[in-house]
């Protein structure tokens, strides 16, 4: 949440509540539900580290803080974007499961490869149906999960192939 | 499931065949035991040379079995002639391929007509039910163009309206996205589902997971053998799937 924020206030200034709302503006449903406390505590460690400036203004007889960015802030800001991001990882914990199912006697690698495909086929069906709807940012995220399910499926293929399922089932 | 299953439409036992190649045989379908319901959409799935694109020559009778039989509408379709297949293959029987889809010289309305006239519909109804169809698929507009005039998605939208014309009991899908941009593709499987809904039989034949996970079950097949199949259910709760992909951590 720190960059979002971060990158938020580099339009304008605005206080905790607004940043909440642009981010829920902007995802619409792809983005997990914010509370309030998570909000609060990355503006809090956001201005510790510099990186945002709070000011208390009077809002209705109340008083709100409103953050604005610092230059240490933009320069943070700047270096993120400009970093490549490291790669998607791979399922680890099932390829712990693949090599370890069928040395512990537990199961075939052929039951744990037929299980993660299942799997994998509804989850890209349950992605899929939502690539279509409406808001921007929410189906290019859920066609990059696609792609990535798909990817998984070749890959759980390319296990089974090497594996050899005829010996292992 | 808004759709209650009923008896097979499309059932095999035992299914095999067997290809001499270069003097060297070569078991593409090893014994496949399948059965499609009525309303049910099915996807097959496998690499090349898996033997899928081999069992739905054999179920819509574009080849012949070594050994098993099939049922088509619970009669034995296994052993009939090459003249009795062709005329099912017309009457009961929908077919979208790849590439070859239309008559290159008819128009876009001759190409879907044409299955009807075949089996003796009138010059009427084959029209009323050519024009329910390309409306039903969004292509109404180009009726009188030539194939070579539409774009890949309209084409296989063109070539699923003729494939339907004559309501057959189960529709056949040969990789009919394998030529399309994703877009196009995405929105033949979504009529494909649409039609699905609406009652259609369809078994589709597909390397293309994302085209197969819109099926009610996949089908998995390894050299000539179904290896595994799972059922596929509609999220109940779609958004919570999308909304689990960003995570905001504090």
Redo the contacts between chains.
Sequence with gaps: MRYAFLALLAVAPAHGYELKQALEQRFGTALAPLNAGQVYTTLARLERDGLVLGADVPDDGRQKRIYELTPAGRAALETWVATPSPGTKLRDEFFLKLVFAAAGGIDSSGAVIDRQRRATLQALRDVTSVTANGNDAASLLADGTALHLEADLKWLELCEQRLNRKDTR | MSTVLSASVLSTRGLAKTYASDGVEVLALRGVDLDVSAGEFVAVMG?SGSGKSTLLHLLGGLDRPTAGTIELDGRPVEKLSERDWAILRRSRIGFVFQFFNLVDNLTVAENVELPARLIGTSARDARTRREALLSRLGVSARANALPSQLSGGQHQRVALARALVNRPCVLLADEPTGNLDSGSA?EVV?LMRQLRDEGQTVVLVTHD??V???ADR?I?M?DGLV??E?A????EH??A??????????
Excluded at chain 2, 241 to 250: I, N
Aim: charge should be negative; charged fraction near 15%.
């Design positions: 690499p995405a979504s997971a994302r197969a996970s819109a996949v998995s390894r290896v595994d799972t596929l259910v509609d999220g779609p958004s799937v999308v909304s689990q992909l960003l995570q905001l951590e504090a």
